[in-house]
């Protein structure tokens, strides 16, 4: 059996990120305790930089709103002591764009094969919406949802898809009969 | 009916809930952990307020932050207010924003084209 190499999985791990522009990569459980710190992580690194408020802004956004899925929607979410939720997932923040000057968060979690036609659908229908679609959803959403028992609302992928202005890059990977790989990816552009 | 107070943390709102001043606020950052339960005393609190209001309510929200799940409970609280001034109470919403916060101006818009409700804005 081959020896597990360490030096050469650090190494290339440490190409992967520096080669793909990632500020942050993140695999496992994902709790209100991590969003507060990555955000805050975030926000240090973007003033560090004197980077632009309303950017400032939209990344914190999309963080939070994309943890926060993470955190409620994976498939294997579980209920902490504290009543706060935990999901698995991998969450990955990095620059991109010609100069590195825009933003972009990537997430995936594994969801059940059973719940992948009706969030597609959903996804769909945000990508089909221009801005004003976007808002009449987004009203019709907080008028008519109801919270579910972890706070979520339905509204967090509206959102995202307002704020930023982009459509929602998603696929499904299927892993095996039961369940998919679901990932997203979100831009936060300068414009 | 006993004020409520509660302080802001990194997560979650100051918020000021005074029957006698009339006088219900929130400011701050909204995205808690558990919407509903830290938005659960408020709720009740105003479920009693609205049966004997003050004379005058003035609601204020100047929060600078608020994530989706809170903007649910920000309108379930506008509610409460609608149903007052409709039964002819004397309400007023104050919406709050940074003056470089196009996005929380528009927040407070697209609430008023959804509750009837007499309302101010004020950037700061």
Request: charge should be negative; glycine fraction near 6%.
């Amino acid at each position: 059996m081959k020896k597990f190499d360490y030096k050469e999985l650090v190494y290339s791990f440490h190409k992967e990120m520096l080669g793909n522009n990632f500020t942050l990569v993140y695999e496992g459980e994902i709790t209100h305790q991590i969003t507060k710190a990555f955000t805050s992580l975030a926000e240090n690194k973007m003033d560090s930089y004197s980077e632009d408020t309303n950017m400032k802004k939209k990344v914190f956004h999309v963080m939070v709103e994309c943890l926060q899925n993470l955190s409620k929607h994976a498939e294997d979410v579980k209920i902490l002591k504290n009543k706060g939720y935990a999901g698995n997932g991998i969450f990955i923040i990095g620059r991109v764009g010609p100069d590195n000057e825009d933003y972009h968060i990537l997430t995936g979690n594994v969801i059940d094969n059973s719940s992948v036609p009706e969030l597609e659908a959903f996804l769909d229908n945000i990508n089909n919406l221009d801005r004003d679609g976007l808002k009449e959803l987004y009203k019709k959403q907080m008028r008519e949802g109801t919270l579910s028992e972890k706070g979520g609302a339905g509204l967090g992928l509206i959102d995202i898809a307002r704020k930023t202005g982009e459509k929602l890059d998603y696929s499904f990977i299927k892993i095996d009969e039961k369940k998919s790989f679901y990932t997203l990816r979100t831009k936060i552009s300068r414009k | 009916m006993k004020p409520i107070k509660i302080r802001g943390t990194e997560d979650t709102p100051d918020v000021i809930l005074d029957a006698t001043k009339g006088l219900i606020e929130f400011s701050g950052r909204s995205l808690p952990e558990d919407v509903l339960s830290f938005y659960a005393p408020v709720l009740r609190w105003l479920e009693d307020y609205i049966k004997s209001p003050n004379s005058r309510s003035e609601v204020i929200f100047k929060l600078d932050y608020f994530n989706t799940a809170s903007s649910k409970i920000i309108l379930d609280i506008l509610i409460y207010f609608e149903h007052l001034s409709n039964e002819g109470k004397d309400v007023i919403v104050k919406w709050f924003y940074h003056k470089d916060d196009e996005d929380m101006a528009d927040a407070g818009v697209e609430y008023f084209e959804i509750v009837n409700i007499p309302y101010e804005m004020h950037s700061y």
